[in-house]
């Protein structure tokens, strides 16, 4: 069974661009990226979603 995409090509290379190693993913591509930057990719995209959720929920 294929895994469902959760995060967006563009928003994942947003993200690995703030983070400071897209350089690594044009590179190597996604699977040189170490973990410790995949698991900050996660934490910033969990951020940046809740932070969405508030502003959504401050709009009502």
Do not use: H, P, T
């Amino acid at each position: 069974m294929a895994r469902k995409r959760i995060m967006s090509d563009r928003l994942k290379e947003e993200i690995a661009k703030d983070l400071g190693f897209y350089d690594v993913v044009e590179r190597e591509g996604w699977g040189g990226i170490k973990s410790r930057d995949a698991g900050n990719m996660v934490k910033r995209a969990i951020e940046m979603a809740q932070q969405q959720l508030a502003e959504e929920a401050k709009a009502k």
